[in-house]
């Protein structure tokens, strides 16, 4: 079984989901459950066949999977997702048998999600699936929405 399999059958990245879900079960702004987290996923290994980057879809989906797990922790203490997102990663890539290299490039990805200079390809694919998966181009809460204009998605194709 590949190992991504295990961290969407763990407890403690279940339990988390689940309070995500309690917590923007209001929300007008974009969310940040698993449908998010497979889109990022599923965009990412796009890009990496496209670009035959040798990346394994075993570290693309994990750093998909957990890149917003932290937002969580934003909700009850305010610490910022990424921060909290590599905590919370590294616990779980730890169960899983991801080699100390793999998991090292997770967590920078998820580190530097949130900004454009990226210094590895992880993370460049972290960044722009991050964006792409986003409907901007049709949101009904794009007037109030904070992200500048220059990262909203406007496009329909990858
Ligand atoms: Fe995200």
């Given amino acids: 079984m590949e190992r991504y399999h295990n961290i969407l059958q763990d407890e403690d990245y279940q339990g988390l989901l689940a309070k995500l879900e309690e917590y923007e079960a209001d929300r007008i ?28 879809q075993d570290v693309i989906y ?16 305010q610490e910022p997702h ?29 580190a530097m999600h949130r900004g454009e200079n990226q210094d590895q390809l992880l993370g460049e694919y972290l960044y722009r699936a ?6 901007c181009f049709c949101c009904k809460a794009s007037d ?5 204009e220059s990262k909203k998605n406007k496009s329909v194709v990858i």
Wanted: hydrophobic share 40%.
């Fill in 29 to 56: 702004y974009c969310c940040h459950d698993l449908t998010h987290a497979l889109d990022v996923a599923r965009m990412m290994y796009i890009f990496s066949l496209e670009e035959a980057s040798g990346l394994e």
């Fill in 62 to 77: 994990a750093t998909a999977l957990l890149h917003d797990i932290g937002r969580v922790a934003q909700y009850e203490t």
């Fill in 82 to 110: 990424h921060q909290a997102s590599v905590r919370i990663a590294e616990g779980i890539l730890q169960k899983y048998g991801y080699t100390q290299g793999e998991m090292s490039e997770i967590l920078d990805a998820i």
């Fill in 130 to 135: 991050d964006k792409l998966s986003r409907n």
């Fill in 144 to 148: 109030t929405c904070k992200w500048p």
